[in-house]
């Protein structure tokens, strides 16, 4: 069932899930904390700040996907993700595959139409509450998404990706694969990010 939101972002609800995942603080005494609840991360970097995380926001093309196939184990890792954050995905699906390529994984996949996809991205961020997001893009439509977003996360694939895009974040990856992994391994973020 296609739908519109306020803004005239047309979405596809693909399935989103509830889930319930606690996990115990650990190494609090060294000053690194983390925790997991209901859709939610919470990581404290030392000397960085906190992040409390409800939803990770992904473009499509060039970030999960390339040629508009998903990469290989993009759909696992998604559904891991999925169990503490809610998965937003937005696309102007240039290659007409994202939903087919989504099946299966628990995620919102919100289909972006007509012009300036960059303040759709931006204002879609905004609504679901910034300081609550992690975005993750490659492409210049990505950049105001990276910059509004609590922590943005780049990512080179072999669309490559765009010097906006790059300095709009925070952390660049090789691969959504390794972004993801940040999340559900949280010392890799703090390791990167602590001062």
Request: aromatic fraction near 6%; include cysteine.
């Given at each position: 069932?296609?739908?519109?939101n306020?803004?005239?972002?047309v979405?596809?609800?693909i399935?989103?899930?509830?889930?319930?995942?606690s996990?115990?603080?650990?190494?609090?005494?060294r000053?690194?904390?983390?925790?997991?609840?209901t859709?939610?991360?919470?990581?404290?970097?030392?000397?960085?700040?906190?992040?409390?995380l409800?939803?990770?926001?992904?473009?499509?093309?060039?970030?999960?996907?390339?040629?508009?196939?998903?990469?290989?184990?993009?759909?696992?890792?998604?559904?891991?993700?999925?169990?503490?954050?809610?998965?937003?995905?937005?696309?102007?699906?240039?290659?007409?595959?994202?939903?087919?390529?989504?099946?299966?994984?628990?995620?919102?996949?919100?289909?972006?139409?007509?012009?300036?996809?960059?303040?759709?991205?931006?204002?879609?961020?905004?609504?679901?509450?910034?300081?609550?997001?992690?975005?993750?893009?490659?492409?210049?439509?990505?950049?105001?998404?990276?910059?509004?977003?609590?922590?943005?996360?780049?990512?080179?694939?072999?669309e490559?990706?765009?010097?906006?895009?790059?300095?709009?974040?925070?952390?660049?990856?090789?691969?959504?694969?390794?972004?993801?992994?940040?999340?559900?391994?949280?010392?890799?973020?703090i390791?990167?990010?602590?001062?």
């Amino acid at each position: 069932m296609i739908q519109k939101n306020a803004i005239g972002i047309v979405y596809i609800p693909i399935v989103m899930i509830p889930t319930f995942v606690s996990v115990p603080n650990f190494s609090a005494s060294r000053g690194e904390h983390f925790a997991y609840n209901t859709s939610m991360v919470s990581i404290d970097v030392p000397g960085y700040g906190q992040f409390s995380l409800e939803h990770f926001v992904t473009d499509f093309s060039g970030t999960l996907s390339e040629d508009g196939i998903l990469l290989k184990n993009v759909d696992e890792k998604l559904n891991l993700l999925a169990d503490t954050l809610h998965i937003h995905v937005l696309s102007s699906d240039t290659f007409g595959k994202a939903r087919e390529q989504l099946q299966g994984v628990r995620c919102t996949l919100h289909i972006l139409e007509g012009a300036d996809h960059t303040a759709q991205k931006e204002r879609y961020v905004a609504q679901l509450g910034a300081e609550r997001v992690v975005a993750l893009g490659n492409g210049n439509n990505d950049v105001a998404m990276l910059r509004a977003a609590a922590l943005g996360i780049c990512v080179c694939l072999k669309e490559g990706c765009s010097v906006e895009a790059l300095t709009a974040s925070r952390i660049l990856v090789a691969s959504p694969l390794d972004a993801i992994d940040l999340l559900l391994f949280p010392k890799r973020l703090i390791a990167t990010l602590r001062r």
